[in-house]
């Protein structure tokens, strides 16, 4: 179940399916990255955000190809996302 202040879903131009689930809703706009030791999201702190808003149990995570992106689009970019502010 969704609840506020929760992201529902995402688009994200990446390579694959793998590199899709390491990346984060936020991913560029408050610099919020996949640390694989930890397998966490972490923030620009190295720190693990207590709300951010996004799971930390990527392989529960539906991804599907939704097609090829043009070459103009930056591999990595978070196209649009979908927050519930509350």
Request: with cysteine; hydrophobic share 40%.
């Amino acid at each position: 179940m969704i609840d506020y202040d929760e992201f529902s879903e995402f688009v994200v131009s990446a390579p694959d399916a793998e590199t899709a689930r390491r990346i984060h809703p936020r991913h560029g706009r408050f610099t919020t990255v996949w640390d694989a030791d930890r397998e966490v999201f972490v923030d620009c702190n190295d720190g693990i955000p207590e709300a951010s808003g996004w799971t930390h149990s990527i392989e529960t995570l539906e991804v599907s190809l939704l097609g090829t992106a043009e070459e103009n689009v930056p591999t990595l970019t978070v196209i649009c996302a979908s927050f519930h502010a509350g």
